[in-house]
């Protein structure tokens, strides 16, 4: 019966270190697949941060575009109407 009872705790035993083996193994997956999520979540930030910051630069140009747009439409209706003039002057 002793041996019974040796050859169980062996079986014990060797199932316990199995256990805790497969414990680490699992751990260090766990803790690596949480590495690559902060590394992940990290490239899109820094990336949401750059396309933030071309999409600003982008609305400023919109601004300057569309401020210079109006100023050439004021030019264009002081030229229609100079132009109108000097037609009506050159027409009598």
Do not use: C, N, P
């Not at 630069?57 to 264009?76: F, S």
């Amino acid at each position: 019966m002793d041996w019974g009872y040796l050859f169980l705790m062996v079986v014990m035993a060797a199932w316990s270190v199995q256990m805790i083996f497969e414990y680490s193994r699992k751990s260090d997956q766990i803790s690596s697949g949480i590495q690559e999520a902060i590394a992940s979540r990290e490239q899109v930030s820094r990336e949401a941060e750059e396309a933030e910051q071309e999409l600003q630069a982008l609305r400023e140009r919109v601004e300057e575009v569309e401020a210079r747009a109006a100023e050439l439409g004021k030019t264009e209706k002081g030229l229609q109407e100079r132009l109108t003039d000097l037609k009506r002057r050159h027409a009598r």
